[in-house]
C-alpha cells in the first residue's frame, strides 16, 4: 500500500515562502503525474499544480508565477515552493500522485496559513 506523508506548512506572513513536501512510502511505485490541490472551508478542493513524470508543469492562474513544483522521481517526492505568498492561499494543501495504471493516492493534507 502506497502512502503520501506532507511536511512543510505552517504559518507566515504575507509576502513570505513556504516550500511544502510530499513524499510516498510503501511498496516501490514509479508514479505518473503529480498534483497540488488545496481547500478552503466551505469551498471545493481545486488543483493549484501539477507535474507530469518527464517534467511538464501547469499552474493555476490564481499562483502562476509566485509557485514552482518540483519532483525527485528517485525518492518518490513532489514538491511545492510557494514565495510572495498572499492572506487568499490560506488553505489546506493536498497532494495527489497517480500511478501508471490510473490509481490515485491522496496525501493527509497539511494546513497552510498566511497572515496580512
Known amino acids: 500500500q502506497v502512502q503520501l506523508v506532507e511536511s512543510g506548512g505552517g504559518l507566515v506572513q504575507a509576502g513570505g515562502s513556504l516550500t511544502l513536501s510530499c513524499a510516498a512510502s510503501?511498496?516501490?511505485?514509479?508514479?505518473?503525474?503529480m498534483d497540488w490541490y488545496r481547500q478552503t472551508p466551505g469551498k471545493q478542493r481545486e488543483m493549484v499544480a501539477t507535474?507530469?513524470?518527464?517534467?511538464?508543469?501547469n499552474y493555476a492562474d490564481s499562483v502562476k508565477g509566485r509557485f514552482t513544483t518540483s519532483r525527485d522521481n528517485a525518492k518518490n517526492t513532489l514538491y511545492l515552493r510557494m514565495n510572495s505568498l498572499k492572506p487568499e492561499d490560506t488553505a489546506v494543501y493536498y497532494c495527489?500522485?497517480?500511478?501508471?495504471?490510473?490509481?490515485?493516492?491522496w496525501g493527509q493534507g497539511t494546513q497552510v496559513t498566511v497572515s496580512s
Open positions: 495527489r500522485f497517480w500511478s501508471r495504471v490510473g490509481t490515485d493516492y
Open positions: 510503501g511498496r516501490p511505485f514509479s508514479f505518473n503525474a
Open positions: 507535474i507530469t513524470s518527464g517534467g511538464n508543469t
